[in-house]
């Protein structure tokens, strides 16, 4: 099957948003950032290069200046609290979490506090009071008080569960954890993209597309270059800075636990 191919379904979904007068909604989040680095260049030479805002989850315990002084030519980029210091606290055999319960509640929010107070100290406005946990995961138990504590939103992986704060999911993670560990096939990641789409036209979530600048291989980049280039080829589209989604409260936050 030839490039085009691949995407041509994709096209031919949003032709049908465009039709019905429509907006397909995406938004980008990129994990782990903590340094300046070449991959994290491409990211933000690529973003910028087509007006895609993009959401960096920053790891507090393990950035400073550096990457502040990098961003200040990055005005697309807002950065997010990615946990504190990105360690593993489960036990052997367990699925990784930092934000599980094997320490005592009160420690993890303090560290939680913490990264917060240390991300709006380093990036002032360029900060989002957003939570994205490590791995994806936190303790149910610890949602109810993240308000508490400063955040406004908190951002995982799938659909969204009722929560106290807003629920800001990635829905669509270009990377093969569980295979190569390289990019997802082509096609797989464009028809998880159209049934997202299709989701999100019934009334679903936005198109929350999970990336990892310092694992992709040419294929991500490759993907990346041409959904974008997709996406701007059609008024149907809109990337969207995650302090709308934020500010729209999305992912129905109400009272109750994720």
């Known amino acids: 099957m030839t490039s085009d191919q691949i995407w041509q379904p994709l096209v031919e979904e949003l032709a049908r948003w465009q039709r019905a007068d429509r907006k397909a909604e995406f938004w980008l989040r990129d994990d782990d950032a903590v340094d300046p680095a070449p991959a994290l260049d491409r990211l933000l030479d690529l973003t910028s290069g087509v007006a895609v805002p993009v959401t960096l989850a920053v790891i507090p315990a393990l950035t400073d200046e550096k990457l502040v002084a990098r961003l200040y030519e990055a005005p ?15 036990s052997e055999g367990e699925k ?8 005592p509640r ?5 560290d939680l506090a ?20 490590p791995w994806n995961r936190i303790d ?6 993240l308000g508490s504590i400063g ?31 390289g990019c997802c096939d082509h096609g797989i990641l464009v028809q998880t993209i ?6 999100a036209f019934d009334g679903g979530e936005p198109v929350g597309l999970l990336t990892h600048h310092l694992v992709h291989d040419e294929s991500a980049w490759l993907f990346l270059e041409r959904l974008f ?5 059609t008024e149907a589209c809109a990337w969207l800075p995650i302090r709308t989604l934020i500010g729209r409260g999305a992912g129905r936050a109400i009272s109750g636990k994720v």
Not at 106 to 110: F, T, Y
Not at 114 to 133: D, F, K, Q, Y
Not at 229 to 233: G, I, Y
């Open 76 to 90: 697309h980029a807002t950065v997010a609290v990615h946990g504190w210091a990105h360690r593993n606290h489960a």
């Open 96 to 103: 990784k979490q930092e934000l599980g319960p094997h320490r």
């Open 106 to 110: 009160q420690a993890v929010l303090d």
């Open 114 to 133: 913490r990264g917060l107070s240390r991300i709006t100290g380093l990036h002032g406005a360029r900060a989002v009071p957003m939570l994205v946990p």
């Open 140 to 145: 149910a138990g610890l949602v109810s008080e």
């Open 151 to 181: 955040f406004a939103a908190l951002s995982v992986y799938g659909p969204p569960k009722p929560a106290s704060l807003a629920v800001i999911n990635s829905n669509v993670d270009i990377m093969d954890w569980h295979g190569a560990r």
């Open 194 to 199: 159209i049934a997202q789409l299709r989701n």
């Open 229 to 233: 280039t997709v996406t701007a080829q």
